[in-house]
């Protein structure tokens, strides 16, 4: 079932241009009140920190996910609520506002009221001068686009300019920038191809194509997910309006003209939900809607009694077209937005071959026109995936990765010979292609321009990488510490190439188990001392020196039942030199830290 969204934006260009003034503006001294209103770009992902990163509530927020679309509750309007409806202060601390100043509670040199509220503002506190935006049109300039301020004071897209700047004598004007427009529309679908959806593209001038076929279900629904969308939007500071339906032409007439925020259209229901609408929706040209005019059609429910030829007689092929479409009788194709075009190589072959100097030899050819590629671009390969087609259909593939990114034709041939084995060319291999689906920026380096020895370390890339050739599927890594009091979360994998980060000066075992073992059979003495004999892995072990506790708390940040976790670690020395890392859960008096168990964590030397 085919699920498409039609995302419209109607005031882009008022909306663009006064978001640019915001962010190239310096703050004013006293905005305070205003600055708290004024919503910051931020990125779409509340799953990836709690903390807000911009202005307003963040995306997680209970209120925001299931909450109303509008702007923030303000703090009249919290106090007006019930006391067991009001918000906890949990909540009210994810707003992202400006401190108030130390000293405003104490009153200022003119006498005024220190602890007076600021006024309520207005659209004319947030946008200051009424704002418009002109595009020549023959011989005349048009409004193409007004800020709130100017459409409250009368001004409304499609007026002249003249007559706009004598209704209005203070008046704003900027010209329309329809390429700043469009590069920001082609922004929004390549964040919506990154973060939403696979396939998204540009719809006219003013809105997106999103086929979520598929994809809601990860956001919790259609619904949960166009409140997310149109919550994202306006922290960028757009309005915006979504319907989702099975055809992309009712979800396009149904977003612009069906006068609601979010629309949510069954599949199967876009012929009547489309009636009622005017037949500009359909997307006509402006003689079809002249003609359709001059009929008495002014509605797309006059279309269905008519017949297919005379309608398409009267109001163009094309008329046809989009109705059939938006019913769901003819398929529109969205072409989607494509971010990155991957650099490849084919050779189409003669005649079969099925020998490795054969197949070695094409992907010799293939590696030389990749490096061409990755050279014009200024880029280095990280993933290469080499197809070889079959006689009999079948597609046999070989996939390299780099531990850097890298344009060397002789070091990428050598990769490839080493798995050259693994294809079975079968009846014979007819056609050979290379695609680099993963490349990094590859720039010059400065070198040492001393005629000194270059004592400079050596290359440790083409080593890694023709170590990963030869033990896959497992592949060389570092270790490095992580920010974690948990011991088990605190040493992490990392690249090869990558460098580590510093480790903390405690002392730790060199041998650390993957998941604590319990012990048995321990005798210890409570609360602060190590145990005196323990059985672990069925090995009975008498302590002759220890030295601890070494408390570590639970990170109750992470997870609530780690709320009062302790952990009490001590090193030990047994009989016969053995020297062991272990733990006691608990701090010996409060129950609600650990049940006083014990577990083997680590072994020293």
């Excluded at 708290?36 to 209970?62: F, I, Y």
Aim: net charge neutral.
């Amino acid at each position: 079932m085919t699920r498409v969204a039609s995302l419209y934006l109607p005031q882009l260009p008022i909306e663009r241009l006064r978001q640019a003034e915001r962010l190239s503006r310096p703050p004013e001294p006293g905005a305070f009140s205003i600055a708290r209103h004024l919503p910051a770009p931020v990125d779409d992902n509340p799953g990836a920190c709690s903390v807000p990163r911009g202005g307003g509530w963040r995306p997680g927020a209970r209120w925001a996910r299931d909450g109303a679309l509008g702007s923030w509750p303000s703090q009249s309007e919290i106090d007006a609520l019930p006391a067991h409806q009001r918000p906890t202060m949990r909540e009210l601390g994810r707003r992202s506002e400006h401190a108030e100043h130390p000293f405003r509670a104490l009153g200022s040199d003119d006498g005024g009221d220190a602890g007076a509220t600021p006024p309520s503002l207005s659209w004319a506190d947030l946008w200051g001068r009424p704002t418009i935006i002109i595009a020549r049109t023959g011989q005349r300039d048009i409004v193409t686009a007004a800020c709130p301020v100017a459409l409250d004071l009368g001004l409304r897209p499609g007026m002249a300019a003249a007559h706009a700047r004598a209704l209005v004598t203070d008046l704003d004007v900027h010209d329309a920038q329809p390429d700043a427009d469009r590069a920001w529309l082609d922004r929004l679908a390549l964040h919506a191809v990154a973060h939403w959806t696979p396939t998204a593209s540009v719809s006219g001038k003013d809105g997106l194509w999103l086929d979520l076929t598929g994809t809601t279900h990860l956001f919790g629904g259609e619904e949960r997910f166009c409140r997310r969308l149109l919550r994202f939007l306006q922290r960028l500071g757009m309005t915006a309006s979504i319907c989702v339906a099975g055809t992309p032409g009712a979800a396009h007439a149904l977003a612009r003209y069906g006068g609601e925020t979010i629309s949510l259209l069954p599949t199967g229901a876009e012929t009547q939900a489309i009636a009622s609408l005017p037949l500009a929706a359909l997307r006509l040209d402006p003689q079809a809607l002249v003609s359709a005019a001059r009929f008495g059609i002014e509605r797309i429910a006059d279309l269905y009694p008519m017949p297919r030829g005379p309608l398409a007689r009267r109001l163009g092929l094309a008329a046809v077209e989009r109705l059939d479409q938006a019913r769901g009788a003819r398929p529109e194709p969205i072409i989607a937005v494509v971010p990155f075009t991957a650099p490849r190589a084919a050779r189409g072959l003669l005649e079969p071959i099925g020998t490795a100097e054969a197949i070695n030899q094409v992907i010799s050819d293939l590696v030389d026109d990749i490096a061409a590629q990755l050279l014009a671009r200024g880029a280095g390969l990280r993933t290469g995936i080499l197809a070889c087609g079959i006689v009999d259909g079948s597609e046999q593939r070989v996939a390299i990765g780099t531990a850097r990114a890298t344009r060397d034709a002789r070091h990428l041939k050598r990769m490839f010979a080493m798995r050259v084995e693994r294809i079975d060319p079968g009846l014979g291999i007819e056609a050979m292609s290379l695609v680099a689906p993963r490349i990094e920026d590859l720039r010059a380096e400065a070198i040492n321009a001393s005629f000194a020895i270059d004592d400079r370390p050596a290359d440790l890339a083409p080593v890694i990488d023709q170590l990963v050739g030869r033990i896959e599927p497992d592949t060389p890594f570092r270790l490095s510490s992580r920010e974690s009091d948990v011991p088990e979360r605190a040493v992490g994998r990392i690249g090869a190439l990558e460098a580590p980060i510093g480790w903390p000066r405690w002392q730790r075992p060199v041998r650390m188990l993957g998941r604590p073992e319990l012990l048995s059979n321990v005798v210890a003495l409570l609360p602060d001392h190590p145990p005196r004999r323990f059985t672990w892995r069925r090995t009975d072990y008498r302590v002759v020196a220890g030295d601890g506790p070494e408390r570590i708390h639970g990170e109750w940040w992470r997870s609530a039942r780690e709320m009062w976790a302790i952990r009490d670690y001590f090193r030990v020395e047994a009989q016969g030199g053995a020297r062991f890392w272990l733990f006691r859960r608990g701090d010996g008096f409060d129950e609600q830290t650990g049940n006083l168990s014990w577990f083997m964590h680590g072994i020293f030397g």
